[in-house]
């Protein structure tokens, strides 16, 4: 799938929105992804799952493991799509852990899988699960990357990350948000605010 059409199931589903925005890495933003506007629709799912499941099909992962809650649907389609069982991370007294009865081996070959990385925290999280558990992150994915220009890399440790889509959408600080100094009114759609 290439970018164009990854961008058209965000424009086709009004996942792509404008306004004042405080992400989930607590940084602002003019626009937000809202992915689950997305990912509801299974065929559309399916598909961007299947396109990141191919990019991330050449390491050869045993399994999938995704941050809770944006990443569960898009690493349950990328399991899917890699044929491996898909499992989640999920926050516990603010620190992910695995439960509900997942277990990683030592060695396993993990992909870590994201709907959407601006700073890579959840990611990095979710890869220190791994290393507790003695698993091996081979690879990150995420549907969007919308990180600034100069930190599109690797993880930690130069695990290798593929997306399917690069947007360079601007995200500022608090204190230097241009919305905010114009008086903007704040909107905190991600799920890490829910309790907020």
């Not at 929105?17 to 405080?22: A, D, M, W």
């Not at 065929?43 to 941050?67: I, N, Q, Y």
């Not at 990443?71 to 989640?88: H, K, N, T």
Request: some cysteine; hydrophobic content about 45%.
């Amino acid at each position: 799938m290439d970018p164009n059409a990854v961008r058209r199931h965000f424009d086709e589903t009004g996942a792509l929105l404008t306004g004042h925005f405080k992400l989930s890495s607590g940084l602002h933003s003019d626009r937000y992804l809202q992915c689950a506007k997305v990912l509801m629709w299974p065929d559309r799912a399916a598909a961007l799952g299947a396109a990141l499941a191919a990019k991330l099909a050449p390491f050869s992962p045993a399994a999938v493991v995704s941050p809770a809650l944006g990443g569960v649907i898009i690493g349950q389609e990328v399991g899917r799509g890699l044929g491996v069982r898909a499992i989640f991370a999920e926050r516990v007294d603010g620190v992910f852990a695995l439960r509900r009865g997942f277990a990683l081996e030592s060695g396993e070959r993990i992909a870590v899988v994201e709907d959407v990385v601006t700073t890579g925290k959840s990611t990095r999280e979710v890869l220190g699960v791994l290393k507790s558990t003695g698993a091996v992150a081979i690879a990150c994915g995420a549907i969007i990357d919308r990180r600034a220009a100069s930190e599109k890399t690797d993880f930690v440790d130069g695990v290798p990350f593929r997306t399917l889509l690069a947007l360079d959408v601007p995200a500022w600080q608090p204190a230097a948000c241009p919305l905010c100094a114009k008086g903007v009114a704040l909107d905190a759609p991600g799920s890490r605010h829910l309790r907020a």
